[in-house]
Protein backbone atom coordinates (compact mmCIF):
# COMPACT_ATOMS: atom_id res chain seq x y z
CA UNK A 1 0.00 0.00 0.00
CA UNK A 2 1.24 3.57 -0.84
CA UNK A 3 2.06 6.02 1.93
CA UNK A 4 -0.33 8.91 1.58
CA UNK A 5 1.47 12.48 0.96
CA UNK A 6 -0.66 15.42 1.19
CA UNK A 7 -1.33 16.90 -2.51
CA UNK A 8 -2.34 20.42 -2.59
CA UNK A 9 -5.09 21.75 -4.83
CA UNK A 10 -5.79 25.22 -2.85
CA UNK A 11 -8.87 26.84 -2.64
CA UNK A 12 -10.63 24.41 -0.51
CA UNK A 13 -13.45 21.59 -1.12
CA UNK A 14 -15.76 24.80 -2.23
CA UNK A 15 -13.50 25.07 -5.02
CA UNK A 16 -13.36 21.34 -5.73
CA UNK A 17 -16.85 20.56 -5.57
CA UNK A 18 -18.90 23.57 -7.41
CA UNK A 19 -18.83 22.90 -10.73
CA UNK A 20 -20.34 25.34 -13.24
CA UNK A 21 -23.58 27.00 -11.50
CA UNK A 22 -24.32 24.29 -9.24
CA UNK A 23 -23.08 25.48 -5.75
CA UNK A 24 -25.01 22.87 -3.84
CA UNK A 25 -24.63 19.03 -3.29
CA UNK A 26 -28.16 17.24 -2.00
CA UNK A 27 -29.67 14.23 0.65
CA UNK A 28 -31.18 11.37 -0.25
CA UNK A 29 -34.57 13.69 0.81
CA UNK A 30 -34.03 15.66 -1.46
CA UNK A 31 -32.95 18.71 0.42
CA UNK A 32 -30.48 20.96 -1.48
CA UNK A 33 -27.46 21.69 0.74
CA UNK A 34 -24.86 24.74 0.34
CA UNK A 35 -21.08 23.95 -0.73
CA UNK A 36 -20.48 26.94 1.27
CA UNK A 37 -22.22 25.76 4.64
CA UNK A 38 -20.19 22.29 5.01
CA UNK A 39 -18.18 23.07 8.02
CA UNK A 40 -16.74 19.37 8.51
CA UNK A 41 -13.53 18.42 7.74
CA UNK A 42 -11.75 16.12 6.31
CA UNK A 43 -14.46 15.37 3.67
CA UNK A 44 -14.43 11.77 1.67
CA UNK A 45 -15.11 11.72 -2.42
CA UNK A 46 -16.52 8.16 -2.43
CA UNK A 47 -16.77 7.36 -5.81
CA UNK A 48 -19.08 4.29 -6.35
CA UNK A 49 -21.79 2.48 -8.18
CA UNK A 50 -24.76 0.42 -6.75
CA UNK A 51 -23.90 -2.01 -10.38
CA UNK A 52 -20.52 -2.42 -8.50
CA UNK A 53 -19.97 -5.57 -5.71
CA UNK A 54 -17.26 -4.48 -4.47
CA UNK A 55 -19.02 -1.47 -3.79
CA UNK A 56 -21.89 -2.80 -2.37
CA UNK A 57 -19.62 -4.56 -0.13
CA UNK A 58 -17.76 -1.16 1.08
CA UNK A 59 -20.80 1.01 1.21
CA UNK A 60 -21.88 -1.05 4.43
CA UNK A 61 -18.17 -0.02 5.92
CA UNK A 62 -18.09 3.22 5.38
CA UNK A 63 -22.02 3.96 6.80
CA UNK A 64 -21.23 1.96 9.98
CA UNK A 65 -17.90 4.57 10.38
CA UNK A 66 -19.58 7.57 9.21
CA UNK A 67 -22.05 6.64 11.96
CA UNK A 68 -19.59 5.96 14.44
CA UNK A 69 -17.66 8.94 13.87
CA UNK A 70 -21.06 11.53 13.81
CA UNK A 71 -22.09 9.75 17.49
CA UNK A 72 -18.60 10.72 18.76
CA UNK A 73 -19.19 14.57 17.78
CA UNK A 74 -16.22 14.04 15.19
CA UNK A 75 -15.89 16.30 12.39
CA UNK A 76 -16.50 14.01 9.30
CA UNK A 77 -18.34 14.40 5.98
CA UNK A 78 -18.90 12.09 2.69
CA UNK A 79 -20.22 13.02 -0.74
CA UNK A 80 -21.37 10.63 -3.26
CA UNK A 81 -20.25 10.78 -6.66
CA UNK A 82 -22.27 8.20 -8.18
CA UNK A 83 -21.00 5.95 -11.29
CA UNK A 84 -24.39 4.62 -11.66
CA UNK A 85 -25.98 4.70 -15.29
CA UNK A 86 -29.88 5.66 -14.90
CA UNK A 87 -31.37 8.13 -11.95
CA UNK A 88 -33.62 5.10 -11.02
CA UNK A 89 -30.37 3.09 -9.73
CA UNK A 90 -28.65 6.48 -8.27
CA UNK A 91 -32.12 6.82 -6.04
CA UNK A 92 -32.32 3.66 -5.06
CA UNK A 93 -28.43 3.26 -3.61
CA UNK A 94 -27.95 6.64 -2.73
CA UNK A 95 -31.30 6.18 -0.08
CA UNK A 96 -29.07 3.75 2.32
CA UNK A 97 -26.46 6.51 2.53
CA UNK A 98 -26.43 9.16 5.08
CA UNK A 99 -24.37 11.67 3.74
CA UNK A 100 -24.21 13.99 0.58
CA UNK A 101 -23.97 13.60 -3.15
CA UNK A 102 -23.07 15.15 -6.06
CA UNK A 103 -26.69 15.52 -8.19
CA UNK A 104 -27.35 12.99 -10.77
CA UNK A 105 -28.34 15.05 -12.98
CA UNK A 106 -24.88 16.49 -13.22
CA UNK A 107 -23.12 14.38 -15.41
CA UNK A 108 -20.15 17.03 -16.37
CA UNK A 109 -19.62 17.52 -12.40
CA UNK A 110 -19.50 14.05 -11.98
CA UNK A 111 -17.67 13.21 -15.04
CA UNK A 112 -15.10 16.36 -13.75
CA UNK A 113 -14.33 14.63 -10.42
CA UNK A 114 -13.67 11.30 -11.54
CA UNK A 115 -11.54 12.58 -14.21
CA UNK A 116 -9.56 15.25 -11.64
CA UNK A 117 -8.64 12.60 -9.13
CA UNK A 118 -8.03 9.86 -11.96
CA UNK A 119 -10.30 7.43 -10.53
CA UNK A 120 -9.84 4.04 -12.48
CA UNK A 121 -11.74 1.71 -10.49
CA UNK A 122 -14.30 1.85 -7.95
CA UNK A 123 -15.21 1.81 -5.07
CA UNK A 124 -12.94 4.83 -4.43
CA UNK A 125 -12.55 6.74 -1.50
CA UNK A 126 -10.73 10.31 -1.30
CA UNK A 127 -10.33 11.90 1.41
CA UNK A 128 -9.24 15.77 1.92
CA UNK A 129 -8.72 18.54 4.10
CA UNK A 130 -12.12 20.52 3.93
CA UNK A 131 -10.12 24.01 4.61
CA UNK A 132 -6.92 23.79 2.23
CA UNK A 133 -8.57 21.18 -0.70
CA UNK A 134 -5.29 18.79 0.05
CA UNK A 135 -5.79 15.34 -0.28
CA UNK A 136 -4.84 13.44 2.75
CA UNK A 137 -5.16 10.16 0.84
CA UNK A 138 -6.47 8.58 -2.25
CA UNK A 139 -6.62 5.00 -0.64
CA UNK A 140 -9.58 5.99 1.32
CA UNK A 141 -11.42 2.53 0.98
CA UNK A 142 -7.79 0.36 2.43
CA UNK A 143 -7.43 2.97 5.42
CA UNK A 144 -11.43 2.48 6.42
CA UNK A 145 -11.65 -1.26 5.93
CA UNK A 146 -8.49 -2.13 7.68
CA UNK A 147 -7.90 0.52 10.63
CA UNK A 148 -12.02 1.99 11.06
CA UNK A 149 -12.27 4.93 13.12
CA UNK A 150 -8.83 4.59 14.71
CA UNK A 151 -7.48 6.15 11.23
CA UNK A 152 -9.48 9.04 11.88
CA UNK A 153 -8.31 11.98 10.75
CA UNK A 154 -7.28 10.09 7.70
CA UNK A 155 -3.65 11.93 7.71
CA UNK A 156 -0.66 10.61 6.69
CA UNK A 157 0.23 11.02 10.07
CA UNK A 158 -2.37 9.39 11.59
CA UNK A 159 -1.95 6.49 9.15
CA UNK A 160 2.06 5.82 9.86
CA UNK A 161 1.47 6.50 13.85
CA UNK A 162 -0.96 3.38 13.15
CA UNK A 163 1.41 1.80 11.89
CA UNK A 164 4.07 2.03 13.72
CA UNK A 165 1.40 0.77 16.60
CA UNK A 166 1.02 -2.18 14.47
CA UNK A 167 4.45 -2.95 14.35
CA UNK A 168 5.61 -2.64 18.07
CA UNK A 169 2.26 -4.77 18.97
CA UNK A 170 3.67 -7.51 16.82
CA UNK A 171 6.96 -6.84 18.35
CA UNK A 172 5.15 -7.49 21.91
CA UNK A 173 2.54 -9.84 20.84
CA UNK A 174 0.50 -11.91 23.04
CA UNK A 175 -2.48 -14.42 23.00
CA UNK A 176 -4.55 -11.66 24.48
CA UNK A 177 -3.36 -8.77 22.30
CA UNK A 178 -3.91 -10.97 19.24
CA UNK A 179 -7.42 -12.56 19.84
CA UNK A 180 -9.45 -9.85 22.26
CA UNK A 181 -10.23 -5.86 22.44
CA UNK A 182 -10.97 -3.39 25.09
CA UNK A 183 -14.43 -4.46 25.17
CA UNK A 184 -13.71 -8.50 24.50
CA UNK A 185 -11.97 -10.06 26.57
CA UNK A 186 -13.70 -13.76 25.79
CA UNK A 187 -14.10 -16.41 22.78
CA UNK A 188 -17.34 -17.98 22.01
CA UNK A 189 -18.35 -22.00 21.39
CA UNK A 190 -20.72 -23.12 19.13
CA UNK A 191 -22.81 -23.68 22.17
CA UNK A 192 -22.68 -20.13 22.66
CA UNK A 193 -20.46 -20.34 26.31
CA UNK A 194 -17.91 -17.44 26.26
CA UNK A 195 -14.78 -18.85 26.99
CA UNK A 196 -12.11 -16.24 28.77
CA UNK A 197 -9.39 -15.81 26.06
CA UNK A 198 -6.56 -16.29 29.33
CA UNK A 199 -7.56 -20.25 29.35
CA UNK A 200 -5.58 -20.14 26.08
CA UNK A 201 -2.23 -18.72 27.22
CA UNK A 202 0.65 -21.41 27.61
CA UNK A 203 -1.21 -23.53 24.51
CA UNK A 204 -0.45 -23.77 20.99
CA UNK A 205 -3.31 -21.44 19.39
CA UNK A 206 -4.27 -21.93 15.45
CA UNK A 207 -6.14 -19.45 13.83
CA UNK A 208 -8.38 -20.73 11.28
CA UNK A 209 -9.85 -18.12 8.67
CA UNK A 210 -12.92 -19.39 7.41
CA UNK A 211 -16.15 -18.72 4.93
CA UNK A 212 -18.86 -20.53 5.10
CA UNK A 213 -19.75 -22.54 1.80
CA UNK A 214 -16.38 -22.00 0.21
CA UNK A 215 -14.89 -25.76 -0.86
CA UNK A 216 -11.75 -25.65 -0.37
CA UNK A 217 -11.81 -23.98 3.06
CA UNK A 218 -14.47 -26.26 3.96
CA UNK A 219 -12.68 -29.51 3.06
CA UNK A 220 -9.60 -28.24 4.91
CA UNK A 221 -11.52 -27.63 7.99
CA UNK A 222 -12.62 -31.29 7.91
CA UNK A 223 -9.73 -32.74 8.04
CA UNK A 224 -8.27 -30.27 10.82
CA UNK A 225 -11.07 -31.24 12.62
CA UNK A 226 -9.64 -34.77 12.88
CA UNK A 227 -6.16 -33.38 13.65
CA UNK A 228 -7.76 -31.57 16.46
CA UNK A 229 -9.33 -34.23 18.12
CA UNK A 230 -6.07 -36.29 18.05
CA UNK A 231 -3.78 -33.59 19.37
CA UNK A 232 -6.34 -33.62 22.21
CA UNK A 233 -6.07 -37.30 22.27
CA UNK A 234 -2.60 -37.88 22.95
CA UNK A 235 -2.60 -34.54 25.70
CA UNK A 236 -1.00 -31.40 23.40
CA UNK A 237 -1.96 -28.17 24.75
CA UNK A 238 -3.74 -27.10 21.33
CA UNK A 239 -6.48 -24.85 20.86
CA UNK A 240 -8.05 -23.99 17.32
CA UNK A 241 -9.72 -20.36 16.74
CA UNK A 242 -11.91 -19.42 14.05
CA UNK A 243 -11.86 -16.21 11.98
CA UNK A 244 -14.94 -15.95 10.31
CA UNK A 245 -15.07 -13.67 6.92
CA UNK A 246 -18.21 -14.43 6.66
CA UNK A 247 -20.10 -11.60 6.13
CA UNK A 248 -23.67 -12.88 7.49
CA UNK A 249 -24.50 -14.51 10.55
CA UNK A 250 -26.42 -16.95 9.52
CA UNK A 251 -23.67 -18.56 6.95
CA UNK A 252 -21.24 -18.33 9.76
CA UNK A 253 -23.50 -20.02 12.06
CA UNK A 254 -24.44 -23.02 10.14
CA UNK A 255 -20.10 -23.98 9.24
CA UNK A 256 -19.35 -22.61 12.73
CA UNK A 257 -22.07 -25.91 14.28
CA UNK A 258 -19.92 -28.36 12.27
CA UNK A 259 -16.26 -27.04 14.20
CA UNK A 260 -15.53 -28.61 17.55
CA UNK A 261 -13.18 -25.07 18.58
CA UNK A 262 -13.56 -21.75 19.49
CA UNK A 263 -14.62 -18.67 17.78
CA UNK A 264 -14.02 -14.70 17.53
CA UNK A 265 -18.31 -13.69 17.56
CA UNK A 266 -19.38 -12.65 13.74
CA UNK A 267 -18.89 -9.87 13.17
CA UNK A 268 -16.42 -8.81 15.38
CA UNK A 269 -14.12 -6.14 13.75
CA UNK A 270 -10.89 -8.05 15.13
CA UNK A 271 -11.59 -10.45 12.29
CA UNK A 272 -10.86 -7.90 9.53
CA UNK A 273 -7.92 -6.60 11.55
CA UNK A 274 -6.19 -10.05 11.75
CA UNK A 275 -6.57 -10.06 7.93
CA UNK A 276 -4.51 -6.81 7.60
CA UNK A 277 -2.56 -8.43 10.73
CA UNK A 278 -1.24 -11.36 9.04
CA UNK A 279 -1.08 -10.35 5.61
CA UNK A 280 -3.74 -13.22 4.60
CA UNK A 281 -3.83 -14.05 1.13
CA UNK A 282 -5.64 -17.08 0.47
CA UNK A 283 -7.58 -19.82 1.93
CA UNK A 284 -7.42 -22.04 3.74
CA UNK A 285 -4.68 -20.56 5.69
CA UNK A 286 -3.86 -21.81 9.35
CA UNK A 287 -2.01 -18.69 11.57
CA UNK A 288 -0.01 -21.17 14.25
CA UNK A 289 0.41 -18.84 17.50
CA UNK A 290 3.19 -20.38 20.32
CA UNK A 291 2.87 -20.83 23.93
CA UNK A 292 5.13 -17.91 24.55
CA UNK A 293 1.81 -16.10 22.20
CA UNK A 294 3.91 -15.25 19.00
CA UNK A 295 3.64 -16.47 16.14
CA UNK A 296 5.12 -19.51 15.35
CA UNK A 297 4.13 -20.19 11.17
CA UNK A 298 2.29 -17.71 9.15
CA UNK A 299 0.36 -20.67 7.67
CA UNK A 300 0.64 -24.41 8.57
CA UNK A 301 -2.25 -24.98 5.92
CA UNK A 302 -0.35 -26.11 2.83
CA UNK A 303 1.30 -28.64 5.34
CA UNK A 304 -1.82 -30.50 6.52
CA UNK A 305 -3.41 -29.98 2.80
CA UNK A 306 -0.45 -31.86 1.84
CA UNK A 307 0.02 -34.45 4.33
CA UNK A 308 -3.62 -35.22 5.34
CA UNK A 309 -4.45 -36.21 8.94
CA UNK A 310 -1.01 -37.87 8.95
CA UNK A 311 0.03 -33.90 9.75
CA UNK A 312 -0.60 -34.37 13.57
CA UNK A 313 2.59 -35.88 14.28
CA UNK A 314 4.40 -33.17 12.50
CA UNK A 315 2.93 -30.76 15.03
CA UNK A 316 3.83 -28.31 16.38
CA UNK A 317 5.50 -28.39 13.08
CA UNK A 318 9.19 -27.23 13.93
CA UNK A 319 12.27 -27.86 11.82
CA UNK A 320 13.11 -31.33 13.26
CA UNK A 321 9.10 -32.60 12.73
CA UNK A 322 9.06 -31.52 9.72
CA UNK A 323 11.99 -33.51 8.36
CA UNK A 324 10.65 -36.59 10.31
CA UNK A 325 7.07 -36.06 8.46
CA UNK A 326 9.09 -35.52 5.04
CA UNK A 327 10.90 -38.61 5.66
CA UNK A 328 7.39 -40.64 6.35
CA UNK A 329 6.13 -39.29 3.04
CA UNK A 330 8.88 -40.15 1.01
CA UNK A 331 8.59 -43.53 2.73
CA UNK A 332 5.28 -43.57 1.82
CA UNK A 333 5.59 -42.63 -2.09
CA UNK A 334 8.55 -45.23 -2.37
CA UNK A 335 6.12 -47.62 -1.37
CA UNK A 336 3.01 -46.28 -3.61
CA UNK A 337 1.54 -49.23 -5.52
CA UNK A 338 -1.84 -48.80 -7.63
CA UNK A 339 -3.90 -50.45 -5.23
CA UNK A 340 -2.91 -47.92 -2.50
CA UNK A 341 -3.97 -45.18 -4.93
CA UNK A 342 -6.90 -47.19 -5.95
CA UNK A 343 -8.45 -48.79 -3.37
CA UNK A 344 -10.16 -48.29 -0.23
CA UNK A 345 -11.91 -50.97 1.65
CA UNK A 346 -14.66 -51.95 -0.34
CA UNK A 347 -13.93 -49.69 -3.06
CA UNK A 348 -11.74 -51.93 -5.15
CA UNK A 349 -12.93 -50.92 -8.24
CA UNK A 350 -13.55 -48.24 -11.22
CA UNK A 351 -16.15 -48.30 -14.21
CA UNK A 352 -16.30 -48.55 -17.76
CA UNK A 353 -19.58 -47.70 -20.22
CA UNK A 354 -23.09 -48.32 -18.35
CA UNK A 355 -21.67 -48.64 -14.71
CA UNK A 356 -19.65 -52.09 -15.60
CA UNK A 357 -17.54 -52.58 -12.53
CA UNK A 358 -13.89 -53.23 -13.53
CA UNK A 359 -11.33 -54.81 -10.91
CA UNK A 360 -8.55 -52.26 -10.06
CA UNK A 361 -6.47 -55.65 -10.18
CA UNK A 362 -6.72 -55.70 -13.81
CA UNK A 363 -4.69 -52.52 -14.37
CA UNK A 364 -1.70 -53.76 -11.54
CA UNK A 365 0.77 -54.05 -13.91
CA UNK A 366 -0.27 -51.62 -16.78
CA UNK A 367 0.94 -47.81 -17.27
CA UNK A 368 -2.20 -45.50 -16.33
CA UNK A 369 -3.27 -42.23 -16.51
CA UNK A 370 -5.18 -40.81 -14.23
CA UNK A 371 -7.27 -38.14 -15.79
CA UNK A 372 -8.90 -35.11 -13.53
CA UNK A 373 -11.18 -33.02 -15.68
CA UNK A 374 -14.98 -31.83 -16.02
CA UNK A 375 -17.24 -31.06 -18.29
CA UNK A 376 -17.80 -27.61 -17.25
CA UNK A 377 -14.25 -26.75 -17.94
CA UNK A 378 -13.37 -25.21 -21.24
CA UNK A 379 -9.71 -26.15 -21.44
CA UNK A 380 -10.31 -29.94 -20.74
CA UNK A 381 -13.32 -29.71 -23.86
CA UNK A 382 -10.78 -28.64 -25.82
CA UNK A 383 -7.98 -31.21 -25.03
CA UNK A 384 -10.22 -34.43 -24.40
CA UNK A 385 -10.55 -34.38 -28.45
CA UNK A 386 -6.48 -34.41 -28.79
CA UNK A 387 -6.45 -37.14 -25.59
CA UNK A 388 -8.72 -39.74 -27.15
CA UNK A 389 -6.57 -39.46 -30.67
CA UNK A 390 -3.54 -40.19 -28.84
CA UNK A 391 -5.18 -42.64 -26.63
CA UNK A 392 -6.31 -44.18 -29.33
CA UNK A 393 -2.73 -44.71 -31.13
CA UNK A 394 -0.80 -45.77 -27.83
CA UNK A 395 -3.98 -48.29 -27.36
CA UNK A 396 -2.99 -49.93 -31.03
CA UNK A 397 0.24 -50.61 -29.86
CA UNK A 398 0.72 -51.18 -26.10
CA UNK A 399 -1.96 -53.17 -24.65
CA UNK A 400 -1.08 -52.29 -21.07
CA UNK A 401 -2.22 -48.94 -20.67
CA UNK A 402 -5.02 -47.47 -19.66
CA UNK A 403 -6.67 -43.86 -18.47
CA UNK A 404 -9.15 -43.49 -15.37
CA UNK A 405 -11.43 -40.29 -15.55
CA UNK A 406 -11.92 -38.59 -12.51
CA UNK A 407 -14.22 -36.04 -12.34
CA UNK A 408 -14.88 -32.85 -10.97
CA UNK A 409 -17.88 -32.56 -12.08
CA UNK A 410 -21.07 -31.38 -9.80
CA UNK A 411 -24.16 -33.37 -11.04
CA UNK A 412 -24.59 -36.86 -12.69
CA UNK A 413 -25.57 -35.98 -16.21
CA UNK A 414 -22.33 -33.66 -16.76
CA UNK A 415 -20.53 -36.69 -15.74
CA UNK A 416 -22.14 -38.92 -18.17
CA UNK A 417 -22.66 -36.69 -20.68
CA UNK A 418 -18.65 -36.08 -20.38
CA UNK A 419 -17.77 -39.53 -19.81
CA UNK A 420 -19.76 -40.87 -22.98
CA UNK A 421 -17.14 -38.76 -25.28
CA UNK A 422 -14.12 -41.42 -23.91
CA UNK A 423 -13.24 -44.79 -24.82
CA UNK A 424 -11.48 -44.99 -21.17
CA UNK A 425 -12.44 -45.73 -17.29
CA UNK A 426 -13.51 -43.88 -14.41
CA UNK A 427 -14.55 -43.45 -11.11
CA UNK A 428 -18.18 -42.81 -10.10
CA UNK A 429 -18.82 -39.39 -9.85
CA UNK A 430 -19.63 -39.32 -6.16
CA UNK A 431 -16.90 -41.73 -5.08
CA UNK A 432 -14.72 -40.82 -1.85
CA UNK A 433 -11.70 -41.76 -3.47
CA UNK A 434 -11.62 -38.50 -5.51
CA UNK A 435 -10.67 -36.30 -2.60
CA UNK A 436 -7.74 -38.45 -1.60
CA UNK A 437 -6.48 -38.52 -5.12
CA UNK A 438 -6.73 -35.05 -5.30
CA UNK A 439 -4.94 -34.61 -2.08
CA UNK A 440 -1.87 -36.91 -2.60
CA UNK A 441 -1.28 -35.62 -6.32
CA UNK A 442 -1.75 -31.80 -5.36
CA UNK A 443 -4.29 -31.20 -8.19
CA UNK A 444 -4.31 -27.31 -8.37
CA UNK A 445 -6.12 -27.05 -12.14
CA UNK A 446 -7.67 -29.18 -14.37
CA UNK A 447 -7.01 -30.94 -17.49
CA UNK A 448 -4.38 -32.55 -15.46
CA UNK A 449 -2.96 -36.01 -16.44
CA UNK A 450 -0.84 -38.17 -13.60
CA UNK A 451 1.20 -41.05 -15.57
CA UNK A 452 1.55 -44.50 -12.85
CA UNK A 453 3.75 -46.65 -13.83
CA UNK A 454 3.63 -50.19 -14.14
CA UNK A 455 5.36 -51.00 -11.07
CA UNK A 456 2.36 -48.23 -8.87
CA UNK A 457 4.89 -45.41 -8.91
CA UNK A 458 4.55 -41.80 -10.24
CA UNK A 459 6.11 -41.35 -13.40
CA UNK A 460 4.99 -38.08 -14.51
CA UNK A 461 2.76 -35.13 -12.74
CA UNK A 462 2.53 -33.60 -16.14
CA UNK A 463 1.64 -36.09 -18.89
CA UNK A 464 -0.37 -33.36 -20.51
CA UNK A 465 2.34 -31.34 -21.39
CA UNK A 466 4.40 -34.79 -22.57
CA UNK A 467 1.13 -35.63 -24.83
CA UNK A 468 0.68 -32.10 -26.22
CA UNK A 469 4.45 -31.88 -27.58
CA UNK A 470 5.02 -35.38 -28.10
CA UNK A 471 1.73 -37.05 -28.65
CA UNK A 472 1.51 -41.05 -28.51
CA UNK A 473 5.48 -41.11 -28.59
CA UNK A 474 5.46 -39.67 -25.25
CA UNK A 475 4.19 -43.05 -24.01
CA UNK A 476 5.43 -44.68 -20.81
CA UNK A 477 5.55 -40.85 -19.92
CA UNK A 478 9.17 -41.66 -18.35
CA UNK A 479 12.48 -39.08 -17.75
CA UNK A 480 14.06 -42.21 -19.70
CA UNK A 481 11.54 -42.07 -22.55
CA UNK A 482 11.60 -38.42 -22.83
CA UNK A 483 15.55 -38.41 -23.13
CA UNK A 484 15.21 -40.74 -25.82
CA UNK A 485 13.11 -38.40 -27.71
CA UNK A 486 15.01 -35.61 -27.11
CA UNK A 487 18.16 -37.20 -28.36
CA UNK A 488 15.73 -37.75 -31.72
CA UNK A 489 14.75 -34.49 -31.89
CA UNK A 490 18.36 -33.35 -31.92
CA UNK A 491 19.84 -35.81 -34.71
CA UNK A 492 16.43 -34.71 -36.61
CA UNK A 493 17.83 -31.31 -36.36
CA UNK A 494 21.20 -32.07 -37.38
CA UNK A 495 19.28 -31.74 -41.12
CA UNK A 496 17.57 -28.84 -40.83
CA UNK A 497 18.37 -24.91 -41.81
CA UNK A 498 19.38 -22.88 -39.27
CA UNK A 499 17.07 -20.04 -40.85
CA UNK A 500 14.64 -19.76 -42.77
CA UNK A 501 11.79 -17.25 -44.05
CA UNK A 502 7.78 -17.91 -42.93
CA UNK A 503 4.82 -15.75 -44.31
CA UNK A 504 3.32 -16.09 -40.28
CA UNK A 505 6.38 -14.04 -39.86
CA UNK A 506 7.83 -11.88 -42.80
CA UNK A 507 9.22 -9.16 -41.09
CA UNK A 508 12.44 -11.20 -39.69
CA UNK A 509 13.88 -14.70 -40.62
CA UNK A 510 13.37 -17.45 -37.93
CA UNK A 511 16.43 -18.93 -36.59
CA UNK A 512 16.55 -22.29 -35.26
CA UNK A 513 17.02 -21.99 -31.09
CA UNK A 514 17.16 -24.55 -28.25
CA UNK A 515 13.97 -23.93 -26.49
CA UNK A 516 12.45 -25.29 -23.34
CA UNK A 517 8.92 -25.68 -23.61
CA UNK A 518 7.18 -22.87 -25.55
CA UNK A 519 4.01 -22.44 -27.80
CA UNK A 520 3.84 -22.81 -31.03
CA UNK A 521 2.37 -19.43 -32.86
CA UNK A 522 1.42 -21.39 -36.19
CA UNK A 523 -0.66 -24.30 -34.78
CA UNK A 524 -1.40 -23.10 -31.35
CA UNK A 525 -0.22 -26.51 -29.64
CA UNK A 526 2.89 -26.92 -27.59
CA UNK A 527 6.18 -27.85 -28.27
CA UNK A 528 9.92 -28.38 -27.20
CA UNK A 529 13.88 -28.76 -27.09
CA UNK A 530 14.03 -26.83 -31.05
CA UNK A 531 11.74 -24.10 -32.53
CA UNK A 532 11.96 -21.56 -35.10
CA UNK A 533 11.73 -18.32 -33.33
CA UNK A 534 12.04 -14.77 -33.44
CA UNK A 535 13.66 -14.23 -29.75
CA UNK A 536 13.08 -10.28 -30.27
CA UNK A 537 9.74 -10.69 -31.26
CA UNK A 538 8.71 -13.89 -29.18
CA UNK A 539 7.77 -15.88 -31.89
CA UNK A 540 8.10 -19.83 -32.02
CA UNK A 541 7.05 -22.16 -34.51
CA UNK A 542 7.11 -25.85 -33.99
CA UNK A 543 10.10 -26.90 -36.57
CA UNK A 544 7.14 -28.91 -38.66
CA UNK A 545 5.26 -26.05 -38.82
CA UNK A 546 8.01 -23.67 -40.11
CA UNK A 547 9.79 -26.58 -42.67
CA UNK A 548 5.79 -27.60 -44.17
CA UNK A 549 3.43 -24.87 -44.40
CA UNK A 550 0.79 -26.24 -45.53
CA UNK A 551 0.68 -28.95 -42.50
CA UNK A 552 -1.90 -27.05 -40.12
CA UNK A 553 -2.16 -28.07 -35.90
CA UNK A 554 -6.10 -28.95 -35.55
CA UNK A 555 -7.65 -26.35 -33.31
CA UNK A 556 -10.09 -27.61 -31.24
CA UNK A 557 -12.69 -24.48 -30.12
CA UNK A 558 -13.59 -26.05 -26.59
CA UNK A 559 -15.64 -21.98 -26.75
CA UNK A 560 -19.08 -24.09 -25.80
CA UNK A 561 -20.31 -21.81 -23.37
CA UNK A 562 -20.35 -22.93 -19.89
CA UNK A 563 -20.15 -21.69 -16.51
CA UNK A 564 -17.07 -22.76 -13.88
CA UNK A 565 -18.62 -23.46 -10.68
CA UNK A 566 -17.97 -20.94 -7.45
CA UNK A 567 -14.49 -21.40 -6.59
CA UNK A 568 -12.97 -21.91 -9.78
CA UNK A 569 -10.97 -19.31 -12.45
CA UNK A 570 -10.78 -20.70 -15.84
CA UNK A 571 -7.36 -18.83 -17.56
CA UNK A 572 -5.83 -20.02 -20.78
CA UNK A 573 -5.90 -23.65 -20.74
CA UNK A 574 -6.31 -24.59 -17.50
CA UNK A 575 -9.21 -24.19 -14.90
CA UNK A 576 -8.30 -23.60 -11.58
CA UNK A 577 -9.22 -22.96 -7.91
CA UNK A 578 -9.79 -19.05 -7.09
Wanted: with cysteine; proline share 5%; glycine share 8%.
Amino acid sequence: MAEAEPTTNGGGIGSILAIGDRDFLVRNSGEQVKISSIEASPVALYFSASWCPPCRRFTPKLIDLYKELTSQGKSFEVVFVSGDQDEEAFNAYFAKMPWLAVPFSDSEGREGLDGRFKVSGIPHLVILDAKTGDVYTEDGVEFVSEYGVEAYPFTPERINELKEQEKAAKENQTIQSVLGTSTRDYLISNKGDKVPISELEGKYVGLCFVVGGYGPADEFTAVLAKIYEKLKEVGEKFEVVAVSLDSDESSFNESFAKMPWLAIPQGDKMCEKLVRYFELTSLPTLVLIGTDGKTLNNNVADLIEEHGFEAWEGFPYSAEKLETLDEKAKAKAASQTLESLLISGDLNFVIGKDGAKVPVSELVGKTVLLYFSAKWCGPCRAFLPTLVKEYNKIKEKHSDFEIVFISSDRDLSSFDEFFSEMPWLALPLEDERKAFLKKTFRIGGIPSLIAIGPTGQTVSTDAKAQLMIHGAEAFPFTEERLEELQKELDEMAKGWPEKLKHALHEEHDLFLLRRGTYGCDGCEEMGSTWSYGCEGCDFDLHPKCALAEEKKGEEEDGKASEEAPAGYVCEGDVCRKA
